[in-house]
């Protein structure tokens, strides 16, 4: 049975993605926000998935919006929230806030479902539009690296106590396009596996091409970093963190 991206995935999202380092992204963006003298108030996380890094913000005081595509992963966030959180099911490439806000973060690649450049530009865009003036824009990508190398013609697969999955990755190095299919089988009630499949495509962005968008948008990009260690990105990083500013 093939779903849409993110439908059967949310109910084992964050079983799978256990390793996926939420807490040093979180201290990364406070620390950015820190070094450039930034006091936010009211964040926006945009692609927030099941609300990881959205929640440890909540916890600690900041006022959050958590803006995803997915109902079925807001519906995960939502479950979980034990801090207020104000949860929006709307597209990146068209979303609307009532107001400004004073930082955006967007982490673990969603940017890089943005397949067609004419819709991360609309994100860029929009992104400056709803931050106040100095507000920070901190997001992160898949690098070209990881499609190439780390991801590649490769499959992977995992196994828990009540799901599993299977990933056939394909990347198209022309196109730069990569297209991944997994297959979850999840254990139901009565003891048996259910068997669902996701097709999802990501694009693979060159720095050069963000750095223009960012800046046809109207913001000053101030620093890059390692996705993984959140130190000093080289060419064989696998996701880069960018922190611009409005």
């Known amino acids: 049975m093939s779903m849409p991206p993110y439908q059967i ?34 964040v926006l996380d945009l692609g927030c998935g099941t609300g990881n890094v959205c929640l440890q913000l909540a916890r600690e005081g900041y006022d959050m919006i958590g803006i995803d595509s997915s109902v079925e992963m807001l519906s995960e966030a939502s479950g979980k929230s034990d801090a207020p959180m104000l949860l929006l099911c ?17 982490v673990g690649d969603c ?20 931050l106040n003036p100095g507000g920070l824009f901190i997001f992160d990508l898949n ?7 780390a991801l590649s013609e490769n499959d992977f697969c995992e196994i828990s106590e009540n799901a599993a999955y299977i990933w056939q990755n394909s990347y198209d190095n022309e196109k730069k396009i990569n297209e991944y299919l997994i297959t979850f089988f999840i254990k139901n009630s009565s003891g048996s596996y259910d068997r669902f499949e996701e097709e ?27 996705g993984d260690t959140c130190m000093e990105p080289s060419r064989k990083s696998l996701r880069k963190i960018f922190t611009a500013r409005a």
């Open 9 to 42: 995935f949310a109910k084992v999202y964050d079983l799978f993605m256990a390793e996926t380092p939420y807490k040093l992204w979180t201290e990364y963006i406070k620390g950015m926000w820190g070094k450039y003298g930034l006091e936010p108030e009211l």
């Open 200 to 226: 999802h495509f990501q694009i693979a962005y060159e720095d050069e091409t963000v750095m223009e968008y960012l800046e046809d948008s109207g913001f000053c990009l101030l620093e890059t970093a390692d």
């Open 143 to 149: 690098t070209p690296h990881k499609y190439e190398s």
């Open 90 to 106: 709307q597209d990146i490439r068209s979303f609307e806030l009532y107001g400004t806000v004073d930082s955006i973060i967007c």
């Open 111 to 130: 940017l890089n479902y943005l397949t067609e450049p004419e819709d991360l530009k609309k994100a860029f865009k929009l992104c400056k539009n709803y």
